[in-house]
């Protein structure tokens, strides 16, 4: 196979001051034509900034200390300028992982699409145009010609990376260079899309490097693996190898961390409910004037559920599905139109202000980003004890509570005086939940709480909340994207689609037969599927070994 | 923090400058025990012709530098005062428009482009020829033609920072909405309010000084607007008379403006315009 990209040595400087000298030290790699090469790592291992020094975008202060990267004959790190951005978009071509924001929102489609050729001065108006079409269909967006005159956020998160793929396309690049392109994606589009990459790859014969935190899309598309940690490249070797026999215990240590969908014993249950939902609905209308209706979006559409006592409910939908209003309308944050939010027999949907404001502790919450949900100025102590307080408990008994919880999630009680920023993003999330179990809720909501986190961090956490369910008996409200991270921690999971409830039942029966067709999509689209199927029969079958 | 406003130029000559009028006004009485009204010599004496008397005399025979530095006095206290007066209006009517909303909003909004529609300058002398011409009245004036910006970016702050999970979570809390406000959302505001009071200080300084130079000064204390606008008459044949007073309100706003550029750099490191990431 002829190569395409031979990396040797390559060394990226960071600026004085960094955490670490070099964001990438001595990496080396090869990428043939119609290759897929995977760079994993977690966020900060250096795996962007070895595409960014590529293509030419480093940030201000980020050198290329050493080494070479050879691309057609000559050394791509050393060129000019001018010849760089000749290459860019021509030959080396790169799709990012937002695709809104690396759209310019003021211009169509198609216009986009054609400047390509136009920056590199090809073709005239017409033939523009003629290519332009043949590149939207090609990537399969639905009706071409309205594609090209739509602007892009007219178009939805999967067309949208679509589009920025026509782009890339456009000159017939020799390599693509993706950057955690479906990230940003909900499952069933992120699995369109790497379909359309490995087909795309299949027909023009083009290297890719793809760049990924996450080893179910490395099991769907890699050819060859390199993982990489703190800047270096601790294994590499092809797709089977890395993933079957990893040989590095970092690489080992990432794929135990996977979800795998390794599905946990069930657990027999108190039937207690602690929450009940009956008939909830909430409908969100924007727009509409005097001449013009306003458009409606039915958020949550008639949903009851019950969560039993020590439960763990996971509510899996993606993103528009109305799972975050179902969960903060169970919280209160948001009121619904109509139905009853039954704790412990309180209707919360139905008090006052002032009655509400005295049972918030009943429900807590643990929210998705781990950086917006802690005030930056209060110190951790202050976070922990201003709920206690303002429910009237005595401020030393909730102070010690504070500084024995923070023993619980792992932290200890000397953090109770720091200040939020001097915590990585997984730290927060434990400040996060011990917060909500100082309230002594009866239920935590928990919206997406580790959807932030890296793999490694996300594995932890996990195992936090699972070790408070046994000791604490928490009842938890467990609200994601993932199915894989739904499976390892919930009793019982509940599918929502467009506001409604569309199937409920405990773990083994949704993800070995879902009745619903939209549970059944979902589940075939979780990325490496087939690989983590194989995992858990391998799995299951140790545990039947005495 | 400090250090990065440590690192700004611009800000830390400002700082100099300002300490520098500071101190000569604070000085005043020291340097020129005798009041900036006493008649000393012969008047239109031309700067650095006679010892004693740097900046010459005016028209009445009064020393221009003792003029300068007891107007430094009034300028940067009713540049103080009438911005802290201002903020007291702004902050706390933007912070109950955008934390509530609603008719909240709606009312306060309305009454701040109220003020807004009217011309600044036309107001301000519109009240202190309404009030009769005092220090109190000229500060207060001022505050009231300069608290509408201030209440419309606390109002977009607080709109911006409640919808932050670390709100909902005191919301979840069972914080009152009045100590949600006041212990949440309103410190989270506080950089960019900063910056604006610095900028505001100097505005003041400007209002003041062309109030006095209409004549709408108090006619009891000495200022730099009122030396040019005495000396307006006789700028041909006595130019240093509204030269010096013209180069102190320069120096002094240039110096404001330096610091709240220094400080919004400070506060936002994202935003500087350096791009030193």
Redesign the interface.
């Known amino acids: 196979m002829r190569p395409v990209l031979t990396i040797e040595d390559l060394s990226i400087a960071l600026p004085a001051g960094a955490d670490r000298p070099h964001a990438v030290s001595g990496m080396s790699m090869t990428i043939g034509e119609g290759e897929i090469l995977c760079v994993v790592g977690e966020s900060g291992s250096g795996k962007s900034m070895t595409a960014n020094a590529l293509m030419g975008l480093l940030?201000?202060?980020v050198t290329v200390a050493g080494g070479r990267a050879v691309f057609d004959g000559r050394d791509v790190l050393a060129l000019p300028e001018t010849q760089r951005r000749a290459l860019r978009g021509r030959q080396i071509a790169m799709i990012f992982q937002e695709p809104m924001t690396a759209l310019n929102p003021l211009m169509r489609i198609g216009e986009q699409i054609s400047e390509v050729f136009a920056a590199h001065g090809m073709y005239g108006p017409t033939e523009r145009e003629r290519r332009t079409l043949a590149l939207v269909t090609e990537v399969g967006l639905p009706d071409p010609a309205k594609i090209m005159r739509a602007y892009p956020f007219q178009l939805s998160g999967g067309q949208r990376q679509r589009a920025m793929i026509a782009m890339a396309l456009a000159l017939e690049p020799e390599l693509l260079i993706a950057d955690e392109p479906t990230t940003a994606l909900d499952v069933t589009t992120q699995a369109q899309i790497l379909d359309l990459i490995l087909d795309l790859r299949r027909r023009r014969g083009m290297g890719v490097m793809f760049i990924t935190h996450d080893f179910g899309v490395v099991a769907e598309i890699a050819d060859k693996v390199i993982v990489m940690e703190k800047g270096i490249a601790v294994e590499q070797g092809s797709a089977a190898e890395v993933l079957d026999t990893p040989q590095h215990p970092y690489t080992s240590r990432l794929l135990d961390a996977i979800p795998t969908g390794r599905l946990p014993e069930a657990r027999s249950l108190e039937p207690a409910p602690v929450l009940e939902l009956k008939g909830l609905r909430k409908v969100y209308r924007t727009g509409g004037g005097l001449f013009r209706p306003p458009r409606e979006v039915r958020a949550v559409d008639d949903v009851s559920l019950t969560i039993g006592r020590g439960e763990v409910l996971g509510l899996v939908g993606e993103s528009g599905s109305g799972k975050s209003t179902l969960g903060r309308t169970v919280?209160r944050?948001v009121t619904p139109d109509a139905g009853q939010v039954l704790v412990g027999g309180t209707d919360l949907a139905a008090l006052s202000e002032e009655e509400l404001?005295?049972s918030?502790?009943k429900?807590?919450?643990v929210?998705?980003?781990p950086y917006?949900?802690?005030?930056?100025?209060?110190r951790i102590l202050r976070?922990l004890t201003?709920?206690p307080v303002?429910?009237g408990r005595p401020r030393a008994a909730a102070e010690a509570k504070a500084r024995e919880l923070l023993e619980i999630v792992g932290l200890g009680p000397e953090a109770a005086e720091r200040f939020p920023h001097e915590f990585s993003g997984g730290q927060r999330q434990r400040i996060?939940i011990a917060?909500a179990l100082a309230?002594e809720p009866e239920l935590i909501v928990a919206d997406e709480a580790v959807s932030a986190l890296d793999v490694s961090i996300q594995a932890q956490v996990l195992d936090l909340l699972r070790d408070l369910r046994a000791r604490l008996g928490l009842s938890i409200l467990f609200i994601t994207h993932d199915l894989r991270v739904a499976a390892q921690l919930c009793d019982r999971i509940a599918v929502m689609q467009t506001g409604r409830l569309v199937e409920m039942g405990a773990v083994h029966d949704i993800f070995l037969a879902p009745r619903d067709p939209y549970t059944r999509a979902l589940l075939a689209a979780v990325p490496g599927a087939d690989w983590a199927a194989e995992n858990r029969m391998a799995g299951n079958a140790e545990g039947a070994r005495p | 923090m400090i250090r990065r406003f440590a690192s700004n130029k611009g800000a830390v000559i400002g700082v100099l400058i300002l300490l520098a009028v500071i101190a000569l006004a604070v000085s005043a009485d020291l340097l020129f025990p005798r009041g900036p009204w006493a008649m000393v010599q012969r008047p239109f004496l031309v700067p650095f012709s006679t010892d004693g008397l740097p900046l010459g005399t005016d028209t009445l025979g009064r020393d221009v530098a003792a003029g300068l530095v007891h107007g430094a006095r009034v300028s940067l206290l009713v540049g103080l005062v009438s911005t802290l007066v201002a903020l007291m209006i702004g902050v706390p009517l933007g912070a109950v428009a955008g934390f509530y909303g609603g008719w909240a909003d709606e009312g306060a909004m309305r009454f701040t482009e109220f003020f807004q529609t009217i011309p600044n300058f036309a107001l301000a002398i519109v009240l202190v020829a309404i009030l009769e011409p005092t220090l109190g009245s000229i500060t207060l004036a001022i505050a009231i033609v300069s608290w509408p910006p201030v209440a419309r970016l606390v109002r977009a702050e607080v709109m911006a920072v409640k919808r932050?999970?670390?709100v909902?979570?005191?919301?979840?809390?069972?914080?009152?909405k009045f100590?949600i406000l006041t212990?949440?959302v309103l410190?989270?505001t506080v950089s960019p309010i900063i910056v604006m009071a610095s900028l505001m200080v100097a505005t003041a300084i400007l209002l003041e000084s062309s109030l006095s130079f209409l004549g709408l000064g108090d006619p009891n204390a000495m200022s730099w607007g009122y030396m040019i606008g005495a000396a307006r008459t006789v700028i041909r044949s006595a130019w240093w008379l509204s030269f010096f007073p013209g180069v102190a309100i320069l120096l002094t706003v240039l110096a404001l403006n330096l610091i709240g550029e220094g400080l919004s750099d400070a506060l936002n490191p994202h935003l500087s315009r350096k791009?030193?990431?």
Do not use: I
Not at chain 2, 168 to 176: E, N, Q, V, Y
């Open positions: 940030p201000p202060g919280v944050l404001r005295k918030r502790g429900v807590q919450m929210f998705q980003d917006a949900s802690l005030n930056p100025r209060h976070a201003a709920g303002a429910m996060g917060r309230m | 932050r999970d670390y909902d979570a005191a919301r979840l809390a069972g914080l009152s100590r212990g949440e410190p989270n791009g030193t990431a």
